[in-house]
């Protein structure tokens, strides 16, 4: 049913936890099943320098998580917000077409978190 | 790895005795269709009806009165479509609980769409149907009235033999859907005022694809498939006999082991219960204590997700269930647990355990030492 790729970022999950020092947080939650992704990135001089998740869901909802804070450590924001959620499902291999929907949204908790440091920013410049 | 099937209320393994007596029912020796006339023919039939008597010996029925279906779903199906159909001049109105097993469930919301009237009765927080509820729902108009003896999720037992005389007392056909409680628990026919009940071969050790209806006689019910002469017309259809023998057998044995056997399991899924509320802070036990099967333990572990639960179960070669609804592939969770009023986040994170005769005491050892570590680790992911 999962690739072998979801598999192991669901067992040995990346980048887990909560960060105090965040500048940027972003939640987004499924209406459909109630799968709930937060994503915390602590941003500098234009780049990710630490993400971290936290995920109440489904297997492929950790997985999908768990890629993401991979594709984008260390990238710009910029290149950071041209990762979608279909580009981190491709990274694992595929999802089954009934977790596309409802299961894969880290790419765009991963959005908001970045919407919310460059509100935060605005308002400190 | 070690591997720990908790899911028994799924579907259980064929017994060797049961692969046993079917196998030749299968070859040369034993092929024979039992409408045939000649030698081959008359032998499958008295195999046939052999294991009529010992399936009707299980529920305290009459051999006559056993019908051979294709499953529980079938028997269920039959049970509802027949009763309206035989009983159209005298209603159009049925009544069932909202805890049914799909075959239910679905079947009375197709008679809906075609115009018949539904009550889906409520039920407490236990998991148990309240038969006051029943009563108050009655009316003229009622043909059926159709409440499972045990839940298939939370096993919980059913006021069956209550709701049954209730039925009597009004003339109202009564059905129950026995596939979780034949085996588990003492099914008698005439105790449960039952006129309709259904079983299932492969919950109780015997193949898939077998079953029955029980139509006590006199009762009002139409066929609902059409063809041969087969079960009296009841269930046309050639006769799945290496099906029919083995379920035959392995009723005959869920007869007799019955007392020792839910003892022994009842000791086991005691232990599960007590070591998993010990071991494992925030859980709760899904559905009434008492009123329960002795094979069925249903946890609630608040903020995890039941199919990452159940995956990382699998992992450590732990095989169970779950309410939610990314593991049943639909899209809410457990209905059963809805209508208990579990907050739909509870019910995502709610896994059934249902133990069997393969089952030991070490087996719930390692499932006690390998739980805890799994939810910790899924909380600590999770968002909340």
Known sequence: MYSEKVMDHFTNPRNVGEMKDANGVGEIGSPVCGDTTRVYIKVKDNIIEDIKFKTYGCSAAIASSSMLTEMVKGKTLEEALEVTDEAVAEALDGLPPQKLHCSNMAASALHKAIEDYQNKNRKAS | ?384
């Open chain 2, 1 to 384: 790895m070690r591997r720990v099937y908790l899911d028994h209320s799924a579907t259980t393994p064929v017994r060797s005795e049961v692969l046993d007596a079917m196998l030749p029912f299968l070859k040369e020796d034993a092929f024979g269709n039992p409408s045939s006339i000649y030698s081959y023919g008359r032998e499958a039939k008295k195999a046939m009806e052999e294991a009529r008597e010992k399936v009707a010996n299980l529920i305290g029925a009459e051999p006559e009165e056993i019908f051979f279906t294709s499953g529980g779903t079938e028997a269920d199906n039959m049970a509802l479509m027949g009763t309206v159909a035989a009983n159209e001049k005298k209603g159009r109105h049925i009544i069932t609980s909202s805890i049914e097993h799909h075959a239910i469930l679905n079947t009375a919301q197709y008679l809906k769409k075609k115009g018949f009237k539904v009550t889906f009765l409520p039920v407490t927080k236990e998991g148990l149907v309240q038969v006051e509820d029943i009563k108050k729902a009655i009316t003229d108009e009622t043909v059926l009235i159709s409440v499972m003896h045990v839940n298939n999720e939370v096993g919980t037992i059913q006021p069956i033999k209550e709701i049954g005389a209730l039925a009597k007392e009004h003339g109202i056909t009564f059905h129950t859907d026995a596939v979780q409680s034949v085996g588990k628990i003492p099914v008698n026919v005439d105790d449960l005022n039952a006129d309709l009940l259904s079983i299932s071969g492969h919950k109780i050790y015997g193949p898939k694809g077998i079953g029955c209806i029980y139509i006590r006689k006199g009762t009002k019910i139409n066929p609902i498939l059409f063809g041969g002469a087969q079960e009296r017309t009841y269930r046309p259809g050639t006769e799945n006999m290496p099906g029919i023998v083995g379920f035959g057998r392995a009723a005959e044995l869920a007869a007799k082991e019955l007392d020792s056997e839910m003892e022994r399991i009842k000791s086991l899924r005691d232990k599960l219960i007590e070591g998993i509320k010990e071991r494992i802070p925030d859980v709760q036990l899904n559905g009434d204590l008492n009123n329960r099967v002795a094979i069925n333990a249903n946890f609630a572990f608040s903020n995890v997700e039941g199919e990452s639960l159940l995956l990382s179960m699998d992992m450590k070669g732990i095989c169970a269930s779950s309410g939610s609804a990314c593991s049943s592939g639909s899209v809410n969770p457990s209905h059963v647990l809805l209508a208990m009023g579990i907050p739909p986040k509870l019910a995502e994170g709610s896994v059934r355990f249902t133990l069997g005769r393969d089952n030991t005491e070490e087996d719930i050892d390692y499932v006690l030492e390998n739980l805890p570590q799994i939810v910790e680790h899924l909380r600590s992911i999770s968002a909340f």
